[in-house]
């Protein structure tokens, strides 16, 4: 199986621990993993339609890599949304995407225990994150749960070690 992963984070060279982390695991697996650095990719936010859509035909998952920001994923995934799966290729008489698999791998500051009804968030990431199962179901992919990684904060570096081999588990699987 290949497995695409399209990581939307601002600064991913930078700023990032986490998600660098994880990216550097995913690139060690080259042969079933392609990793694709989209806000480096698109400063300007004008996403390459035909450009993106070659690299999903070539995959059998999808996965959307991001930092949790404000309950959602950065700007860029949202316009690579718009951009890329357009009607009669994503959906209406084409369905490229169907038989394929999409998958979310999101990263939160806050910890596991305050996206629950009676957490400070009040909602679940399992609510929070249906907008993209409920486009996965739209464009007739089989969505995956969801890899979260939560309080961040938090994580040693033995943790991220840890996390980053089952990240790879969880993206492949
Ligand atoms: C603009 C912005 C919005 C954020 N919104 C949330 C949020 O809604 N919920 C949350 O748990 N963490 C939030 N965070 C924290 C990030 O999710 C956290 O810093 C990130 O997952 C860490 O990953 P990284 O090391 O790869 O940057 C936000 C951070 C920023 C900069």
Request: hydrophobic share 40%; net charge negative; proline share 5%.
């Amino acid at each position: 199986m290949s497995t695409l992963v399209l990581v939307f984070h601002p600064h991913l060279e930078d700023a990032s621990r986490i998600n660098r982390r994880l990216v550097e695991e995913a690139r060690r697996h080259a042969e079933t993993i392609t990793v694709v650095d989209e806000y480096a990719a698109y400063p300007d936010f004008h996403v390459d339609k035909d450009h993106e859509q070659q690299l999903v035909d070539a995959a059998d998952r999808l996965v959307f890599e991001f930092p949790f920001y404000w309950y959602s994923a950065p700007a860029l995934l949202k316009q690579w949304e718009d951009a890329v799966l357009t009607s009669d290729w994503a959906y209406g008489n084409a369905h490229a995407l169907a038989g394929k698999e999409i998958q979310v791998v999101t990263t939160t500051g806050s910890p596991a225990d305050t996206y629950t009804p009676e957490g400070r968030h009040h909602h679940t990431m399992d609510e929070l994150l249906s907008p993209f199962e409920t486009m996965a179901d739209h464009i007739q992919a089989t969505w995956v749960k969801p890899f979260v990684v939560s309080g961040v904060a938090d994580l040693t570096d033995a943790d991220l070690d840890r996390i980053a081999a089952d990240y790879v588990k969880a993206i492949t699987a």
